[in-house]
């Protein structure tokens, strides 16, 4: 696991979760790879920019990982 979590998230509604999931299966594509590259497309086409500013909010937005909860796993439950 990466020392920082990069990665953040986004929602989409089922059926195109579904849509997507489907289709990267088949094409043995990442989910998350398949969405940058056509979201940077998309972007480039539309002429957005990745200025110096963007960059370095990008890079500051980082979030530590933890390869263990903090305290014991009961907590996260509900039973």
Do not use: D, N
Request: glycine share 6%; net charge negative; aromatic share 8%.
């Amino acid at each position: 696991m990466a020392k920082r979590q990069t990665r953040r998230s986004i929602s989409v509604k089922g059926v195109t979760y579904e849509r997507l999931k489907e289709h990267c299966e088949a094409t043995g594509a990442s989910v998350s790879g398949w969405l940058e590259e056509v979201i940077a497309e998309k972007m480039e086409a539309a002429g957005v920019e990745v200025t110096p500013e963007i960059e370095e909010r990008a890079r500051r937005r980082t979030y530590p990982t933890r390869s263990e909860p903090e305290g014991p796993v009961e907590q996260y439950f509900t039973f």
